[in-house]
């Protein structure tokens, strides 16, 4: 019996800590498409924003051990657009952290969403 309740613990963690950080970006969500898709390929990232006078800036990072881009677009609280996308040109092979994090006024985070995404390298690529 205690052999077969041993891997629910780890399991109860990774369950908690997936609705907690759900539940902290409530105020952001995001989309990335494709999500999975032959190299090179163009990754479109949206990413939805509910609207708040302390919402000042937004970071989109797209990243693998090999590739980084990244956006940062200011907002102007309230008045920002509800929906900001980024689009990342041929990207190459690999598997993708896609990360969006909101800032507030004084520069500390308000929320963060994460993504992956597949891109399939073909031929050469490494």
């Not at 999500?35 to 949206?46: E, F, K, Y």
């Not at 970071?59 to 051990?65: G, L, N, P, Q």
């Not at 509800?82 to 993708?96: A, D, F, I, L």
Request: proline letters at 7%; hydrophobic letters at 40%.
């Amino acid at each position: 019996m205690t052999h077969k309740a041993s891997w629910l613990i780890p399991f109860s963690v990774l369950l908690v800590t997936g609705i907690t950080a759900a539940d902290a970006g409530e105020c952001l969500t995001m989309k990335v498409s494709p999500r999975q898709a032959l190299a090179p390929v163009n990754l479109l990232v949206s990413v939805r924003i509910e609207p708040s006078a302390d919402n000042r800036a937004l970071t989109i990072v797209a990243e693998t051990s090999d590739f980084y881009r990244s956006s940062q677009i200011q907002l102007e609280g309230d008045r920002a657009p509800r929906v900001v996308s980024v689009e990342y040109p041929n990207v190459p092979g690999g598997e993708y952290n896609v990360t969006g994090v909101l800032v507030n006024s004084m520069g500390q985070e308000r929320a963060t969403v994460r993504q992956t995404a597949h891109v399939v390298p073909i031929g050469g690529e490494p």
